[in-house]
């Protein structure tokens, strides 16, 4: 019954050469005004799986070439994958929508394009003792409305985050940054520049985490309230706001001329390069690249890895990677058949073959996951392996915990019941979810795949309805903090940092009892060795088949200048220019 990877058919080339076709309709659409050049043909080498062998072929198509943008536009545009859910930096958990906040606001910290922390609003931080941080606050820091920042909006920013229900708008709900904040219990005012943190224990990544959360004015928030703020927001970053659409589609600022200077440590001195930045979504990577290609935009976030090499080989595009921070799952409901049984997640794990999926989906750009945790993460288990593609172990498995094809149909059942069961995605998943639908129908399993959208298939994930679900979850701290909570912790409705990501309904007891522990242990041997007993009994209990850490794709008009990506995807335009 078991087809061997020699004899697989085609699985994934339908997904990658369906986005490459839905690029080139759009992009050699006739585009307004008429091109001024003639159209030069573009090459673009595909990889595909044929009859089980990796195979590349060469593709030339015409792309007509249209003007640049006006030489003299000086507001950047950043083209997302996502729209931002919100303007307030007290209330999300949400790629997109810091990029937007962090060039809006700023932290006691900041973050450089890899893991490196540095000052930001603070100008010195010293630890008292292992539980009493001292932060002194730069002086001369001006909120967007002329007011100066003070230690009464550090206090007040933290205390909003830390206080249950202090989130007003649209409804009383604390924020979902409070995981951030660790054990910190209670702040203290010294003067006007100096703040004391009170910790109720030891706080070993308390910088990485501190990143996390940016300061906003205390007596403007009182003033207008949250909705009044979500209207208006008011920050000390180097651009404020001007505009947004309705749902934050389009999102318009400008360059802040008071801005205070920013981290003396990257090099930030004054106000911004440009004039203002525009944020703007175009969830279709297709349209995304059609518009950089247009000069419509600038920036364009999440290149899918098939058409990496076409934008290489375009003049006036470069395209940038770095590693990231965002580790890929097939999370598994382990309380809804058939994956309440560990055996079939087990299973699961031997039945993919990742190094396919990294070289045919992600143009041989990504890393296997042995296990939860990011290779990157500071905490990453340096033992654990990835498991092996082993479809013969996948079915020694399947068939211990009864599921054999017991009629010859090529398909798997347990007392005459098919196995079968719906892969739920998120629209820039869909591809990678139909290559793993396609793996497991190989083994006799019938998968079916449904896309929705994230904000609506989360209530559902969280109250364990779903079967499976495939996704990423960010891994930004470069350390468990901040994230293995998020992910493996019992969702436990009313702290907005446990199991909030825990998409698998998975609940073990030990395994809070570490991941808590953790968290404000300060010897670095001991917290070691809790957080590799929880990565191995995560290992053996299997809540998803651990597939893949991909590598960052983004790219920008050669105008666009003294810019990278970040790991964590976070885009900070203080340095950025706009060449002529």
Not at 78 to 107: C, K, Q, W
Not at 287 to 294: D, E, F, K, S, W
Request: overall charge negative; some cysteine; hydrophobic content about 40%.
């Amino acid at each position: 019954m078991f087809k061997t990877r020699q004899r697989r058919k085609t699985i994934f080339n339908i997904g990658v050469l369906a986005l490459v076709l839905v690029f080139f309709v759009t992009a050699c659409a006739p585009a307004t005004p008429e091109p001024v050049d003639t159209p030069e043909p573009q090459t673009i080498i595909i990889t595909e799986l044929v009859e089980g062998e990796i195979v590349e072929r060469t593709v030339v198509v015409p792309v007509e070439v249209t003007p640049e943008a006006p030489p003299g536009r000086q507001t950047i545009i950043v083209a997302l994958a996502r729209t931002p859910l919100t303007l307030d930096p007290a209330d999300y958990s949400h790629r997109e929508t810091e990029n937007v906040i962090r060039n809006m606001f700023d932290g006691l910290v900041t973050r450089d394009t890899r893991s490196g922390v540095h000052l930001e609003i603070a100008e010195s931080m010293e630890w008292l003792d292992e539980t009493t941080l001292e932060v002194k606050l730069r002086q001369g820091v001006m909120f967007h409305n002329g007011e100066e920042l003070t230690a009464d909006d550090v206090i007040y920013t933290y205390e909003r985050i830390l206080t249950d229900d202090a989130i007003e708008y649209p409804e009383p709900h604390s924020s979902p940054r409070r995981g951030f904040l660790g054990p910190m219990d209670s702040l203290e005012k010294i003067d006007d520049y100096t703040v004391l943190i009170n910790f109720r224990s030891p706080w070993p990544v308390w910088d990485q985490l501190l990143v996390h959360n940016q300061i906003i004015p205390m007596d403007y928030m009182e003033e207008v309230g949250a909705e009044g703020f979500l209207n208006n927001p008011v920050g000390t970053g180097p651009f404020k706001f001007v505009s947004a659409t309705a749902g934050y589609d389009e999102i318009v600022l400008q360059r802040f001329d008071d801005y205070w200077g920013g981290a003396p440590t990257l090099d930030r001195d004054g106000p911004a390069c440009v004039e203002g930045a525009v944020f703007r979504t175009i969830p279709e990577a297709s349209t995304r690249v059609a518009a950089l290609l247009a000069g419509e935009v600038d920036i364009i976030a999440e290149v899918p890895p098939e058409l990496v090499r076409l934008l290489e080989q375009t003049p006036g595009v470069e395209v940038y990677t770095a590693p990231s921070t965002r580790p890929i799952w097939m999370q598994m409901n382990v309380t809804l058949a058939p994956f309440d049984d560990v055996r079939v997640r087990q299973a699961m794990n031997y039945a993919i073959d990742v190094d396919l999926l990294i070289e045919t989906l992600y143009n041989g750009r990504g890393q296997p996951l042995a296990g939860v945790l990011s290779p990157l993460n500071s905490m990453a288990h340096p033992d654990l392996e990835p498991y092996p593609y082993d479809p013969e172990r996948a079915l020694e498995l399947l068939a211990d915990a009864g599921w054999e094809d017991t009629n010859d149909d090529g398909m798997l059942d347990r007392n005459g019941v098919p196995m079968a069961f719906t892969l739920d995605s998120p629209p820039e998943m869909a591809a990678l979810a139909e290559a793993l639908a396609g793996m497991l129908r190989e083994l006799g399993i019938d998968v079916s795949v449904r896309v929705w959208e994230y904000g609506v298939v989360l209530p559902l994930l969280r109250a364990g309805e779903r079967q499976a679900y495939v996704s990423d979850w960010g891994d930004s701290t470069f350390t468990p903090p901040g994230h293995i909570e998020a992910k493996w912790h019992t969702y436990t409705e009313g702290v907005a940092y446990w199991g909030r990501g825990n998409f698998s309904s998975y609940s073990n007891e030990r395994v809070d009892e570490l991941i808590q522990a953790g968290e404000t242990e300060a010897d670095l041997e001991t917290r070691q060795a809790m957080y590799y007993e929880v990565q191995e009994i995560l290992y053996e209990e299997a809540p998803a088949a651990f597939l893949l850490l991909p590598d960052v794709f983004e790219a920008a008009s050669d105008r666009v200048q003294n810019w990278e990506p970040a790991s964590d995807s976070r885009i900070n335009l203080h340095n950025v220019c706009l060449g002529p």
